[in-house]
């Protein structure tokens, strides 16, 4: 109902393409740019940037994480900060990473990282404090500490925290790389989007917005949910 809307009001509307393409016209321009690899190839520069600059938040953030859990000093200090810091949006960096890196990719991948640090800190130590302490007192009455203690009982008691903190993160870290390619250079689909602002290209510029979304919704709904719901069934945190 609302793409036949669409094309008949575009088609009538008197305005020309730049501004109000029809969707035929975008569709089509989506098809080509899919086959001729320009819509395909901004697709893999943007999930290379994303998966490392993501992979490096998660491991930060994890490490922070145990930080404030397990230093009372640490959670006064650091714990305040990241708390704090988080409230920062993450394009606000971007002038930063400018200063410090250039206008390149180590400025994107800075951006994408701190898009999703904050986020994994704070959901990290959140699962960390949650874990139940009968576990804890069972595991340290049979001797486990240490590494031991945190790989069997820590760290798998927090993996449903965990989880949801991932899901956040990649939605702060997937919008912080849009906005940090859109600003930047070097390819990806925040770049193709400019491109096409730039050429006056409408059709491109909503055709890359449909890519952007199309792969928000996947991760979202049928990676990270999915993997929530078989976590927490597993757990026993849904029942079915």
């Known amino acids: 109902m609302i793409a036949a809307i669409w094309e008949v009001t575009s088609r009538f509307s008197g305005l020309p393409d730049f501004m109000f393409p029809r969707l035929t016209q975008i569709f089509e321009t989506l098809f080509n740019g899919l086959i ?20 490096i938040a998660i491991i930060l953030g994890i490490m922070m994480g145990y930080l404030i859990w397990r230093f009372k000093i640490v959670e006064d200090t650091l714990g305040f900060l990241v708390t704090a810091l988080q409230s920062i949006p ?10 410090w890196f250039g206008l ?35 595991a340290k009455t049979f001797g486990s500490s240490g590494f031991h203690f945190l790989r069997t009982v820590i760290m798998p ?18 919008r912080a790389l849009m906005a940090g390619e859109l600003l930047g250079a070097g390819g990806g689909l925040g770049q193709l989007l400019e491109t096409g602002r730039s050429l006056g290209q409408m059709d491109l ?5 449909i890519i952007i979304a199309v792969i ?25």
Not at 158 to 174: D, T
Not at 205 to 209: T, Y
Request: aromatic share 12%; hydrophobic share 50%.
């Open 216 to 240: 928000g919704t996947i991760m979202d709904n049928v990676v990270f949910m999915r993997l929530e719901r078989s976590v927490q069934t597993k757990w026993g945190v849904n029942q079915h």
């Open 157 to 174: 008691a927090s993996v449903p925290q965990l989880l949801s903190g991932l899901r956040i993160a990649w939605a702060f870290s997937w």
């Open 205 to 209: 510029v909503i055709s890359v917005m």
């Open 90 to 99: 993450s394009i606000v960096w971007f002038p930063l990473a400018i200063i």
């Open 104 to 138: 390149n990719d180590f400025a994107i991948l800075f951006i994408v990282t701190i898009g999703a640090t904050w986020t994994m800190t704070i959901s990290a130590t959140s699962g960390f404090k949650n874990v139940p302490q009968l576990y804890q007192r069972v």
């Open 36 to 55: 001729n690899g320009q819509i395909t190839a901004a697709i893999g520069k943007s999930f290379s940037r994303i998966l490392i600059g993501f992979s």
